[in-house]
T-cell receptor
Framework: GNSVTQMEGPVTLSEEAFLTINCTYTATGYPSLFWYVQYPGEGLQLLLKATKADDKGSNKGFEATYRKETTSFHLEKGSVQVSDSAVYFCALSDTTRNYQLIWGAGTKLIIKP | DGGITQSPKYLFRKEGQNVTLSCEQNLNHDAMYWYRQDPGQGLRLIYYSQIVNDFQKGDIAEGYSVSREKKESFPLTVTSAQKNPTAFYLC?????????????FGNGTRLTVT
């Protein structure tokens, strides 16, 4: 079945460091891919998405490219801030189940000043 | 401001009691969802509803029940049959289902059953 695997956290970085959070997937068909972010004490928010191979989603300085050849959708940011501390979830739309989302386990990001 | 309201933020119950979690949205969204979030796991779908008076089981529906009598409201009841009910519960909505319908989430209800 379809699945999403994220790197385990927590990931701890200093402010202004480069960020990569790895996400790989297994899927049939042509799913869309998403990154959601959950700030402390809140629900999740859509951060960015990509709907087809080679698409790049971007928002708030974050980017992720839909790589079909490596089945990956890694999240990157060039210079992180303390305010980026949150839990990041990778997800894919399950084309076999009416586009329900399949979620990764989440990666907690801690940015130190 | 449009959004999703979940209440209460924290809920405590004794084992053996049913408890209902509230979810209200004023986004005029057709689809609504309930997810369960446990530490170190991704979100797991409990129930979803695409239209009023209709809902479908998700991956972990056992021990839960829902209703969708109004477009704006999708309450979740955690019954005494749910073997491990302590968790963080998230309600979400979307305009429809499919590739271009991002989920909008409430801020969650943390349920503790002792």
């Amino acid at each position: 079945g379809n699945s999403v695997t994220q790197m385990e956290g927590p990931v701890t970085l200093s402010e202004e460091a480069f960020l990569t959070i790895n996400c790989t997937y297994t899927a049939t068909g042509y799913p869309s891919l998403f990154w959601y972010v959950q700030y402390p004490g809140e629900g999740l928010q859509l951060l960015l998405k990509a709907t087809k191979a080679d698409d790049k989603g971007s928002n708030k300085g974050f980017e992720a490219t839909y790589r079909k050849e490596t089945t990956s959708f890694h999240l990157e940011k060039g210079s992180v801030q303390v305010s980026d501390s949150a839990v990041y979830f990778c997800a894919l739309s399950d084309t076999t189940r009416n586009y329900q989302l399949i979620w990764g386990a989440g990666t907690k990001l801690i940015i130190k000043p | 401001d449009g959004g999703i309201t979940q209440s209460p933020k924290y809920l405590f119950r004794k084992e053996g009691q049913n408890v209902t979690l509230s979810c209200e949205q004023n986004l005029n969204h057709d689809a609504m969802y309930w997810y369960r979030q446990d530490p170190g796991q991704g979100l797991r779908l409990i129930y979803y509803s695409q239209i009023v008076n209709d809902f479908q089981k998700g991956d972990i529906a056992e021990g839960y029940s829902v209703s969708r009598e109004k477009k704006e409201s999708f309450p979740l009841t955690v019954t005494s049959a749910q073997k491990n009910p302590t968790a963080f519960y998230l309600c979400a909505s979307s305009v429809g289902q499919g590739l271009n319908s991002p989920l909008h989430f409430g801020n969650g209800t943390r349920l503790t059953v002792t």
